[in-house]
């Protein structure tokens, strides 16, 4: 007999979005019996056992020997999802993003990552005074726009991590270990302060091929960790506060009521919406949160958004805005330059060779949507049209330029704390 950790159990369960009755058939016991299992602090299991829980819930045996790390709560989770999130949903990001929280720290032993310059804001806050302090922390300049907003956020000790895989895709080749996983994926972005004291802050969100909502999604996120960093300071208006808060941080009011004509129209918006890197549609709520357009110009331009037709896609400005093809989404490197560091490659096989606890199916949900670094393996194959540097450019904002350089420039230049 060996002891395992029931959390571990319930952990990968969760993560290979399991029932319960699910593993008890596998195993040929009681649902009853599984419960006690998770619900125990460690529990003796034979050999055999210990050889099927690890087959079927596709986990490295050593893993449920890990002494587990502190558990998250709904409560430690930021969201930028509608009330409609599945429970399981909640589950699985919630224990996801705890599983990136294990990798950073198993990192962070081996090679020290940025140190954390984001900061949570004491109480409630002004929203434009809070995202001009959120620019000041991070380092970017607080009246010019963002060339490129992964860049500074990573060098502030921010963690990036962009999901590819839908919560609904198969993850096995083999018929028999297929998994299922919860249908209708609602969440946009989460966040989240991790680690045994809360101290290091995590944004994880869906992939997308818009540029202008992966910017948006990644500001809302960054106004909930410094606005809303527990749940004793949510509010019911949390979500409202941390969009409004996207909009600042993206394209401060004070900036950018300066470039604007005395009509506001559409065309008069996209030169502002290509300057700062927002889209037209966050730019109307934006004016109008703001008072500088009222109720009835708001709704005619929000009409326009919808009834004009873009010559290059026949859809209407409200589903592909003018631009929306001149950028290509915006994707973090810092897991993947540092785990790069400390294994010598991104493979993700052979980073979970080298760790021997996590399987390499989730440490390629965390990689596949890096940036790999020119000295190291990509995560992905190599026909791949993600592939690489290709994947992202620096956007050519005027303005303070924030472009990801080649080489480990990042990684040198946190190193000697610049």
Known sequence: MDAVYGDRLRQARILRAHKLSDVADALGCATSTVSKWESAHQVELDSVRREKVARFLQFPEAFFHLEPTPKLSDSDLLYRAPK????????????????????????????????????????????????????????????????????????????????????????????????????????????????????????????????????????????????????????????????????????????IKQELPPLITIAALIDVKMRWGISLAALVRHLHYNDVIDDRRKNTLYSQLYTR????????????????????????????????????????????????????????????EQRSGPNHRSALPANSPDKGEAKVIAFPFQGQGHGLEEGTYMLNSVRRGN
């Open 84 to 255: 409609s999130t599945l429970k399981r949903e909640k589950d699985y990001l919630r224990e996801f993003l705890r599983l990136v929280s294990e990798i950073l720290v198993w990192l962070d032993d081996k090679r020290q990552l940025p140190p954390v310059k984001l900061k949570p804001l004491p109480g409630p806050s002004d929203i434009a005074e809070a995202a001009k302090n959120a620019r000041r922390f991070i380092g970017i300049d607080t009246d010019r726009p963002i060339s490129f907003l992964t860049h500074p956020l990573e060098r502030a000790g921010i963690v990036v991590v962009v999901r590819r895989r839908r919560l609904s895709d198969k993850i096995s080749d083999d018929p028999g270990l297929e998994v299922r996983r919860p249908h209708n994926e609602r969440h946009e972005g989460c966040s989240a302060w991790v680690g045994d004291f809360r101290e290091r802050p995590v944004i994880m969100m869906k992939a997308s091929e818009s540029w202008e909502r992966t910017r948006w999604t990644l500001a809302h996120e960054i106004g909930h960790l410094v606005m809303h960093p527990s749940s004793e300071v949510m509010t019911s208006n949390a979500e409202e506060e941390a969009s409004q808060f996207a909009n600042e941080f993206l394209a401060p009011i004070s900036q």
């Open 309 to 368: 037709q873009n010559p290059e896609t026949g859809r209407s400005f409200g589903v592909t805005e003018p631009g929306w093809d001149l950028h290509v989404p915006e994707r973090p490197r810092l897991l993947s330059a540092w785990i790069g560091r400390v294994v010598g490659s991104i493979v993700p096989e052979f980073v979970a060779s080298v760790s021997s606890r996590w399987p390499a199916d989730l440490i390629a949900e965390i990689l596949t």
